[in-house]
């Protein structure tokens, strides 16, 4: 057969986190299950396809490992044992086709809501979700699972009839990979409903898949609300409020640092030696800083570079640079190579000395970091 004359990309039916979206806080998004309604949904699904295949059809279904979308092809598959080959049904799972991933277990509402509205301002593709991934991620794994579709489809026998059960962003992932939308229209697009049939089919003078389903956006939408108003006078007073709720959000400043951005405003007090501030205890400060040397003595760094380059040292063909020069160690560091055989402790209060008699060389004590081929010093609350 090799390519399937229709692919029927099909959305889960509804589940309980759709009825009920803190249920994410407790229950692993892979295990929402279907409601009641939603267990209706896959069983009239399956009676739509049965009527959509042909006698000579065989059929294969895709579905993402979920157990909603695991329970919706269940549905599906129950009402075609009237069908000529349904013994022949192959039913798969592949994860590549599974929903975006939200971040394990959800936190409160409120959050939640924050977070939709971060990602609206943001962009919906390229928005990450903590912990989780962003659309542009799962275009990625989608990318791979159309690529191993097209290879599925060289072989001969191939069924005639593609299902894809999925999720409602996953959807509309799969037909931005294949039909290549952009990024801004599949922003635009609005999710299909639960088991709706997306149908793509095969046009065989062209070979190629030609969408069959219309599917809705939001800025089409958004056109009709307008002609709506412009014929009634107004906006209603639930546009009012969306209206409101919009601005509010508008106003919302969501980048920056987690506990608000005061930098320039205040400066943390610091004693010179060691740049930590003064709310720290004086045993802790003086520990930490014997811990330190200790580390010196061993000739280890403070955690490698920014870059990556953890602890490489430069060979002697390579020329000198800016980035060289400032990596060199100090005169402290000299100074410590020097005292050897001294007893941390010992280095300690021979610094203590120096630090009064120069306060300004001291000061970089505060922080080492090791920094391709060099160690380069900082103090205390610079860019740690």
């Not at 309604?37 to 000579?56: D, F």
């Not at 394990?104 to 959050?111: G, H, K, R, S, W």
């Not at 409602?168 to 294949?178: H, Q």
């Not at 610094?351 to 970089?364: F, K, V």
């Amino acid at each position: 057969m090799g390519k399937p004359r229709l692919i029927v990309i099909i959305r889960h039916a509804q589940s309980e986190g759709n009825k009920n979206k803190a249920i994410h806080q407790t229950v692993p998004d892979h295990r929402v299950k279907l409601t009641s309604e939603g267990t209706r949904q896959a069983v009239e699904a399956g009676e739509r396809l049965l009527k959509l295949l042909r006698p000579e059809d065989t059929l294969q279904i895709i579905t993402s490992p979920y157990l909603r979308t695991r329970e919706t092809a269940k549905g599906i598959v129950s009402q075609l044992s009237s069908h000529p080959n349904s013994s022949k049904i192959k039913v798969y799972e592949e994860p590549r086709i599974r929903e975006q991933d939200f971040g394990n277990f959800q936190p409160c509402t409120a959050e939640m809501e924050r977070m939709w509205h971060e990602r609206a301002a943001y962009g919906h593709f390229f928005y990450r979700i903590p912990n989780g991934e962003s659309a542009a991620d799962a275009y990625d794994r989608v990318s791979g699972f159309n690529e191993s579709l097209w290879r599925q489809f060289a072989e001969e026998d191939f069924p005639s009839v593609l299902v894809l059960v999925t999720h409602g962003l996953m959807t509309r992932i799969f037909l931005m990979k294949w039909y290549h939308y952009s990024v801004e229209y599949f922003e635009d697009l609005k999710n299909v409903d639960h088991c709706q049939f997306v149908l793509m089919e095969k046009n065989p003078d062209t070979d190629k898949y030609e969408l069959k389903t219309k599917l809705r956006t939001w800025s089409a939408e958004r056109k009709k609300e307008e002609e709506r108003q412009q014929r009634e006078g107004g906006p209603s007073a639930k546009d009012l409020k969306k209206l409101e709720a919009a601005a509010a959000s508008s106003k919302v400043i969501y980048g920056g640092c987690v506990n608000g951005c005061n930098h320039g405003k205040t400066k943390p007090k610091t004693n010179g030696l060691t740049g930590f501030s003064n709310g720290e205890s004086e045993s802790e400060t003086a520990q930490d800083l014997r811990n330190k040397l200790a580390v010196l003595q061993a000739g280890r760094d403070f955690g490698g570079s920014r870059s990556g380059a953890g602890s490489r040292t430069s060979s002697d063909d390579e020329s000198g640079s800016a980035d060289e020069e400032m990596s060199k160690p100090s005169d402290i560091l000299s100074y410590l190579h020097n005292e050897q055989s001294s007893e941390p402790s010992e280095l300690l209060e021979n610094l203590i000395r120096r630090d009064m008699q120069d306060h300004a060389q001291a000061e970089l004590l505060g922080d080492v970091l090791q920094e391709d081929g060099g160690v380069r010093l900082w103090g205390g609350a610079g860019e740690g």
